[in-house]
């Protein structure tokens, strides 16, 4: 059973549309993460967040922008979307210590034509 | 960023074979984690190692954390197919984020 929900699976897009990519978890956890991921190779950390109205920009690049307004809710949106964009996308909480490891969601592959 | 480096980045074997997948990095790990990951799902939680030297068993799975926790290894014992799939090691420096290494794509040919 899931504790931390993404949607769509699965997004094939035009380019210069607007998307946005849902996170919810009902773990009560503070921190939460976003990953870009090309399939089979390593994970990019591109937004964290360790609550509520705070955010900040990972490793990796990304034009994507993300909100934190509730605990639970993560979303990350792409105002124009365009065919680098074409990734898997993961989103992941932890405990406070990060004792438990991170919860990953399972993903959102989008597809931008 | 610091880097973990795993090795190797390929692995095809048969099943019933041994096989040890390894993750290394030039700075001290505050705790280090292994994940499996499946095809289209996110990776999955498998270990988390603290003390240096320490040895954890899970099923057919042993990892263990180098003396000066700078590494870590999985060996698995008779592989099956089930076993496929990218296995990622996961470090913490200090009081830093969690670091994903480069990933073992591991394959169980039946």
């Known amino acids: 059973e899931a504790d931390i929900y993404q949607t769509p699976r699965y997004l094939v897009i035009g380019t210069g549309k607007k998307i946005t990519l849902e996170c919810s978890q009902t773990m009560g956890h503070d921190k939460m993460y976003w990953y870009q991921q090309d399939p089979g190779m390593e994970l990019h950390l591109i937004h964290y967040?360790?609550?509520?109205?705070?955010?900040e920009k990972g490793d990796l690049s990304s034009e994507s922008t993300v909100s934190r307004i509730r605990t639970e809710h993560f979303p990350l949106t792409l105002e124009s979307a365009r065919p680098s964009h074409t990734s898997q996308y993961l989103c992941a909480s932890s405990d406070p210590g990060d004792i438990y490891g991170y919860t990953f969601g399972s993903g959102t592959r989008l597809t931008v034509v | 960023t610091q880097l973990l480096e795993q090795s190797p980045q390929f692995l095809s074997i048969q099943e019933g074979e041994n096989l040890t997948v390894y993750c290394n990095s030039s700075?001290?790990?505050?705790?280090l984690q292994w994940y499996r990951q499946e095809p289209g799902e996110g990776p999955v939680l498998l270990v988390t190692?603290?003390?240096?030297?320490e040895v954890k068993k899970l099923k057919r799975l042993t990892f263990q954390f180098g003396d000066a926790r700078k590494d870590s290894s999985l060996h698995i014992t008779a592989a099956q197919p089930g076993d496929t799939g990218l296995y990622l090691c996961?470090?913490?420096?200090?009081?830093?984020?969690?670091?994903f290494g480069t990933g073992t794509r591991l394959t169980i040919i039946p």
């Open positions: 700075s001290v790990f505050s705790s």
């Open positions: 190692v603290v003390t240096g030297g």
């Open positions: 996961a470090g913490v420096f200090g009081n830093e984020k969690l670091t």
């Open positions: 967040s360790y609550g509520v109205n705070s955010t």
